[in-house]
């Protein structure tokens, strides 16, 4: 993202000119920001969505995905009803997607008006997405500033070798293979 500073005779510069300064910022603030996270899609019947990096996969029998979420968003009230969630891993080629269910950008006809969607009984995932898990929602419990969401993985899908993983660092996207 670049802007355009006038007071620097219009020069473009990479930085976000309304960024909170780093020595504004909470110390756990600016921890969490030097951890890479991947940036995933969690959506739900109804349908809602969410942006989540805050997450990670346990292994196990049952899997299980823990995330956290905001507890007033749309996509909490529809995944809390439905009992269930799909998680999306995004790609590099997403940053525009993430934003928008981040609610950082706008989504004129709604979060799903565009691109293509395959439904599944935990929530649309993006159509030819060759990776996504559906889960059951287990319990939650506040955490921090969010909600701690613990779930069972019952269904992945795991797509080609291929996928390239986006990623959040230092309130940037990057990618493995940049």
């Known amino acids: 993202m670049f802007h355009v500073n006038p007071d620097a005779g219009g020069h473009i510069h990479s930085t976000d000119p309304f960024a909170t300064p780093d020595q504004d910022k909470s110390p756990v603030r600016r921890l969490r920001g030097r951890l890479a996270a991947p940036v995933t899609l969690w959506t739900a019947p109804g349908p809602s969505g969410l942006t989540v990096s805050s997450m990670l996969v346990a292994d196990g029998d049952p899997g299980r995905v823990l995330g956290l979420v905001d507890e007033e968003s749309d996509f909490w009230d529809a995944a809390s009803v439905a009992g269930c969630f799909a998680v999306t891993p995004l790609e590099p080629d997403d940053q525009?997607?993430?934003?928008?269910?981040?609610?950082?950008?706008?989504?004129?006809?709604?979060?799903?008006?565009?691109?293509?969607?395959?439904?599944?009984?935990?929530?649309?995932?993006?159509?030819?997405r060759g990776t996504w898990a559906g889960c059951r929602v287990d319990g939650q419990r506040a955490y921090g500033w969010g909600l701690l969401v613990e779930a069972t993985v019952e269904t992945v899908v795991i797509g080609g070798a291929a996928d390239v993983p986006l990623m959040h660092f230092r309130g940037r996207y990057r990618s493995l293979d940049r």
Do not use: I, N, Y
């Open 96 to 128: 525009q997607l993430a934003d928008k269910f981040a609610g950082l950008m706008p989504a004129p006809g709604g979060l799903f008006a565009s691109g293509d969607w395959l439904e599944t009984r935990c929530g649309p995932v993006p159509a030819g």
